[in-house]
């Protein structure tokens, strides 16, 4: 599937995910910005798709972005980040949100796991009541040490 099919509007989304349930596919969902898109995205995201059968990735749109990042933030627009997740053979697809946090995102597709990374608490992670209420799981997985994107970008301006 060419990696443009994999971004889904908010219509197709609601399609695709009654499809998969309706298939009994066990859906994993993960979210966030994914910038400058490095080892510790894809090491992530690899752990995140064996947990289920489909992969959904949310994506902070721009402006989210600059709202939680800053003005010089994100790097890569939208568009291109979602391309280059999309592109990725493991994630099943990805969508946008306009939000800080996905919650409406994650209440409307009512995952069978929501996934972050360990540096979160399952009592901080977004969504986790609402993913448990519904019968759901919530996982950590182990992160990379060593890769941020904020990291990449702080290297980035040392060698300038």
Known sequence: MLSHNKILTSSDLEQRVLAWKGDNQKLVFTNGCFDILHLGHIDYLEKARTLGDILLVGVNTDQSVRMLKGVDRPVNDEYSRLRMLAALGFVDAVTLFDEDTPL????????????????YNISNIVGADVVLQSGGKVETIDLVDGFSTTGIIEKLKKTK
Do not use: A, E, H, T
């Open 104 to 119: 409406n995102l994650i209440k409307r597709v009512l995952p069978d796991i929501l996934v972050k990374g360990n540096d």
